[in-house]
């Protein structure tokens, strides 16, 4: 699928080069990863690819709008290929997994302000915070097995 990312680049008038190939395929792959895990999983195919140009190619496709970069409060940036659709995440408190969840009502910005103040509104930020369902789970069984052993 190298073909794909070529094209993509190409469309945004980008050079095609090999750590910019690695890095689209490691998201393809990959989505909602951080700069860290990136670097780890080009690397694992290229090690000759710098961290200094994993960097930089996240940064000139995040600029180009090929790539989309998320921030969660208090979570490191991650970066994804799905772009141009607002769509929104769930976060898990825990471990800090990430899935994607389509927008509310449809179209960006998706919600209606309750007042714009005049504002023209073109993309809604949502991040729904839980607990992952294998969060979810462990907690559970650590609950039963507490009350287990007090018992
Ligand atoms: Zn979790
Ligand atoms: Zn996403």
Same mark, same amino acid.
Do not use: F, K
């Given at each position: ?8 680049? %190409?469309?945004?008038?980008? $050079? ?26 080009? $690397?694992?195919? =290229? ?34 290929? $799905? ?5 929104? =995440? ?52 650590? %609950? ?8």
């Amino acid at each position: 699928m190298a073909s794909d990312s070529e094209a993509r680049l %190409r469309a945004a008038s980008l $050079r095609v080069t090999r750590p910019r190939l690695a890095v689209l395929a490691a998201l393809r792959d990959h989505p909602h990863v951080d700069t860290d895990t990136v670097l780890d999983l080009v $690397r694992a195919d =290229h090690p000759t690819v710098s961290h200094q140009a994993v960097y930089d190619v996240l940064r000139v496709l995040t600029d180009a709008g090929l790539v989309r970069r998320i921030q969660p409060a208090r979570a490191t940036a991650r970066y994804e290929l $799905r772009v141009g659709d607002n769509h929104h =995440h769930v976060v898990c408190r825990s471990c800090g997994a990430i899935a994607d969840v389509d927008c509310a009502v449809g179209d960006s910005p998706c919600l209606t302000a309750s007042n714009d103040h005049g504002y023209v509104v073109d993309e809604a930020e949502v991040v729904y915070w839980g607990s992952c369902p294998d969060c979810a789970t462990e907690r559970t069984s650590q %609950r039963s097995a507490s009350s287990e052993g007090s018992r």
